[in-house]
């Protein structure tokens, strides 16, 4: 089959008119996709006859997706039937339709990354066929390179899928899985040599099916078929409707609440620290008046393993608590998880609050709801099922629910928005509500950060693991080395509990294992931890990002503000995405000067990445050429000695980087280096004098008001803050406020010679120049003038300006 399935691509790659070769993808494709989909649905039905008692693991899968599958629609249905395949020990059966890949360069601007995998690549397939004439708008924008592309990746990415064609009967076996004899595949068949691309599926009698198909006689010419076969798929087991149950505390006899959680992700010998955050759960519980409460931090630091210990201390009693919930609600959305196994997907399911109602109204009254509570908006069905509730007389001060990896139930901002509506509904009519996130949802929650453990409290916990495991190496390994291993692992749970599975194998000494986790996160620990919060970033600040990280892991302050204005980006921007992502990396300060520190993980995930963004893959060879030959530029006029008569103003580099490019005529490279010694050194009233008299110098009045202002406000006895200013009232044609500003100048000990000078400025720059004023102020600037060595200088510029400004009757 995959031998007809490539001579169809190569043929339709010969096809002259690209709407014939878009037409001729759009049958591969589906052909593909129906025959990969069809050989893991007949897969799983045979495996789980086989194997009755691991139906518990089997995931669920929305069988009548099967039955006239849309394009878009296949590409979800592979998905779950991948998940399914997984939990059922079909390894590796879903890795390269989820794989991080670099792509041609066909595929880029379809897909527009330079690397993704094949799950985003069909779905920009499939969003570029909607918005042609063979979708819903009109026709063109699609080239036949791409179209060939798609399929040759489709092929490559499903081949292990592919079912196996006998020519002589037509008949397809699904292909040799763990060394066992092929099974015929009921579904689908040849026809006369030829594929079939069914068009509906249509139960005809108990245990039958009647398939209606379109034969793929050539590139661009069909037949019709039809013919009945045993219903195989569409009998695939239904998930299991979770159910409560009962809890009766040993330690209660009035207390006996219906329960849904998960059993401890943890024993209690292994679960470490988190006391602080234990408590202030336990303090939340009791607090009547919060409805809210969000538990939060960087993937894989342990939020879903502290909520459901907290809960299980709750029913033990071994955590005091007043409050007793008589219902208790866990829900997860959690799609992937990452182990001793490397990445696995759990599920293809997208989780919204809507589900979360209807499975609670199911768990509380029957697994077929009525017609009434679908088609309606979520928040609908959240206010029906707390009248539900009501009617069972359930308040919701006695229901408690957790939502956990909330961060997976929104993708953009619309989507983050609705979703803190919805929680909010959810808290205000069916019961207090905890979630769990990676990201600080925009919502009013009592916040409690998870982060890290300690250097002890990860050497605790391999101590721990290790007697479970029986693992000798870390078991006689001192403290010092385990806590060396545990902070070279930022002491992250997910990554320590890797470490020592790892060590536990026959001969793997504590080296061995970490070079194994090493290597394992650079391979796929980045796509978990940072997928979710990758594909929320604008393209701007995925540019700046992998531009930082292609420069170094750790950037001072300038090297990122040169990556930000190169990508066109400010730095308050980037600066927030970086706050919002947790775990990407941090900001410190070192001796004043700020530096941002990559996190390892995230760092591996971004050096090797690329984006396509306006058609181009980005960052470019010339992005960090530019960034790199402007940062050694910084080097040496940072460097530089100054010689100004407010020194003061020049106390960190990027000030003295200002102040050197001021001075050779380059007004406009200076201002980059203001802007960045402001941040450095932000209460420097000097230097915002420097920054206010560069501006004015550039005619941004405006501008260089608005740090003026901030010089005064820091140095309100400085003679020279208040002197610029003046200036750059009287260049802005603001006279009265520019005379006020000279006189403070001249009060606090500016000498007079010089304010008037620059008062005679403010009379002629007004909207209605005073030239008698100018001279009267031009004279008593010639009075004032003391006779020193600069006399005849300042007599000089005092000419020129009567010249220049004022007219000959008020010359004398």
Known sequence: MLRLLDARIKDAEKLKDPAHVRSATLGLYRIIMQHACV????????????????????????????????????????????????NLDWRSAGRPFWMQQKLPPELRSLATAASANLETVLRAFVRSRNDGAEGHGLPGD??????????????????????????????????????????????LKLSDGHPICYRRLSRVSAGRLLVDAQVQKTSLTRGEISFEVPNILLDLPKAAVPEYA?????????????????????????????????????????????????????????????????????????????????????????????????????????????????????????????RSWFGKEPKEV????????????????????????????????????????????????????????????????????????????????????????????????????????????????????????AAAGVGVGLEAAFTRVQRMQRRDLGQFLYDDAWARLAPSLRRVLLLMSRIADTLDQFLMQLCCQRAEVSVSAASEAIEESRGIGVVSRTAGALYFSFNPEFHNYCVERSEMIGGVST??????????????????????????????????????????WFTDGDPVRALEYYELAELEDPENGWLFDRYAYCLMRMRRFEDAMLKASRAVQLEPSDPEVHFTKGMIHSRAGQTDESISELNL????????????????????????????????????????????????????????????????????
């Open 382 to 501: 959240i206010q029906k099922l707390g009248g539900l509730l009501a009617e069972m007389k359930v308040s919701r001060d006695q229901h408690l629910i957790i939502l956990d990896n909330t961060e997976t139930m929104a993708r953009s901002t619309a989507d983050i928005e609705s979703l803190a509506s919805q929680i909010n509904e959810l808290s205000r009519r069916v019961g207090k509500v905890v979630l769990t996130s990676r990201r600080r949802e925009q919502i009013e929650a009592l916040p409690i950060q998870i982060e890290g453990w300690s250097d002890d409290e990860g050497a605790e916990f391999l101590k721990k693991r290790a007697e479970m495991l029986r693992c000798n190496s870390i078991l006689q390994a001192g403290i010092p080395t385990l806590k060396k291993y545990s902070g070279q692992l930022v002491n992250k749970p997910i990554a320590l509990e890797v470490f020592a599975q």
């Open 142 to 187: 699609y080239t036949p390179e791409a179209d060939i592309a798609v399929l040759r990746a489709l092929l490559q990415g499903v081949e292990r899928l592919i079912p196996v064609a006998n020519k002589e009967t037509g008949q397809l076996s699904l292909p040799e899985i763990d060394g066992k004899p092929p099974v015929g595949l009921a579904t």
């Open 246 to 370: 009962f809890c009766q505390p040993t330690w209660s006899d009035s207390w006996r609440p219906l329960v849904y959680i998960p059993d401890r992700l943890a024993t209690e010998k292994v679960f470490t620290g988190r006391a602080k955050e234990l408590s202030s759960l336990a303090q939340w519980m009791d607090d009547s008046d919060s409805r809210k409460c969000m538990v939060w931090g960087d993937g894989g630091v342990g939020k879903t393993t502290l909520v459901v210990e907290f809960l299980h201390r709750l029913l033990d009693g071994s955590t005091p608590v007043q409050w007793r919930p008589e219902i208790i609600t866990f829900y997860t959305a959690k799609k992937t998880r990452w182990g001793i196994d490397g990445l696995e997907h759990i599920s293809a399911q997208d989780i919204g609050v809507a589900d979360v109602a209807l499975d609670i109204a199911r768990m509380l009254t029957t697994p077929a709801l009525d």
């Open 745 to 812: 100048a001249a009060k606090h000990g500016k000498p007079k010679h010089l304010c008037e000078m620059q008062k005679a400025y403010a009379y002629v720059y007004a909207a209605k120049p005073d030239f008698a004023t100018a001279r009267v102020a031009v004279e008593a600037a010639r009075r004032s003038a003391p006779k020193d060595s600069f006399q005849n200088k300042f007599l000089s510029e005092l000419t020129r300006f009567e010249r220049r400004w004022l007219p000959e009757e008020a010359r004398y």
């Open 619 to 660: 960052p470019t060879d010339e992005d960090v050429e530019w960034v790199r030959r402007r940062y050694t530029e910084f080097i040496k006029s940072a460097n530089v000695k100054v010689k100004d008569r407010n020194f003061k103003a020049f106390r960190v580099p990027a000030a003295r980087a200002a102040w050197k």
């Open 39 to 86: 050989t893991l649905g007949e897969w799983l039905s045979s495996h789980l006859r086989e194997h009755p008692d691991q139906l518990a693991r089997y995931s669920p899968v929305d069988v009548s997706a099967f039955t006239a599958p849309s394009d878009g629609a296949l590409i979800d249905l592979l998905s779950q039937l991948l998940v399914a395949a997984e």
